[in-house]
């Protein structure tokens, strides 16, 4: 079963504007812990913004931050300000006690910045 | 040494023979972790260890997989009988807790031939 859903697999945003990417994740739990990634083309992958479950505040990150939102599983990145730099794939993932605590990733979204 | 290791970068195999890929992961970590990456697609779970308990293979595809983890230090994923669909980015990650980020390796680039 997908623990971790990204529904949407490509989006393209202009320099300078602003894109969310949206997660949905399935627990039954109530303490757990959500994760942006990035993968540049350099397939290097990166952590862009951590939450904890039992935090009511979003995670922000200069100019990353989440809207988590726990009553509906989901835990979107907004992305601010775009830069070219942010051409990547982004996966979000997650922790929970029910899976071993083993990190678990959604199948991606590929995030194009035009000039 | 600073990051997460791994050797070799890439390796180009020949239909049936054994390949075994390395991971170094970050001195102290006590979680580390395989993932498969085919082209485009996203990270498919291999197997997870955790300190020095029993290590969760819940995501081996076949038998043909198997991996090894030394203490908390290096792990090896074996390969045996390469098929042309085991072609993909094989990553390891390691992280402190498993609660904290994860750092990723480069990666070890598989082709079949």
């Known amino acids: 079963a997908q623990t971790v859903t990204q529904s949407q697999p490509e989006m393209s945003v202009q320099e300078a504007e602003t894109v969310t990417l949206s997660c949905t994740y399935d627990t039954s739990e109530n303490n757990y812990y959500l994760f942006w990634y990035k993968q540049p083309p350099s397939r290097q992958m990166i952590l862009v913004i951590r939450?904890?479950?039992?935090?009511?505040q979003n995670a922000t990150e200069n100019r990353f931050s989440v809207n988590f939102q726990k009553a509906a599983k989901s835990f979107s990145l907004k992305i601010s300000d775009s830069q070219l730099g942010d051409t990547a794939m982004y996966f979000c993932a997650f922790i929970h006690k029910a899976a071993g605590n083993k990190l678990t990733f959604g199948g991606g979204t590929r995030v194009l910045v035009k000039p | 040494g600073a990051g997460v290791s791994q050797s070799p970068s890439n390796k180009v195999t020949e239909k049936g023979k054994d390949v075994e890929l390395r991971c170094d992961p970050i001195?102290?970590?006590?979680?580390l972790y395989w993932y498969r990456q085919r082209l485009g697609q996203g990270l498919e779970f291999l197997i997870y260890f955790q300190g020095n308990s029993a290590p969760d293979k819940s995501g081996l595809p076949s038998d043909r997989f198997s991996a090894e983890r030394t203490g908390e230090s290096v792990s090896t994923l074996t390969i045996q009988r390469t098929q042309q669909e085991d072609s993909a980015v094989y990553l390891c990650?390691?992280?402190?807790?498993?609660?904290?980020?994860?750092?990723f390796g480069q990666g070890t680039r598989l082709t079949v031939v």
């Open positions: 990650a390691s992280s402190f807790l498993v609660t904290t980020e994860a750092f």
């Open positions: 001195s102290g970590h006590t979680a």
């Open positions: 939450q904890e479950a039992y935090k009511q």
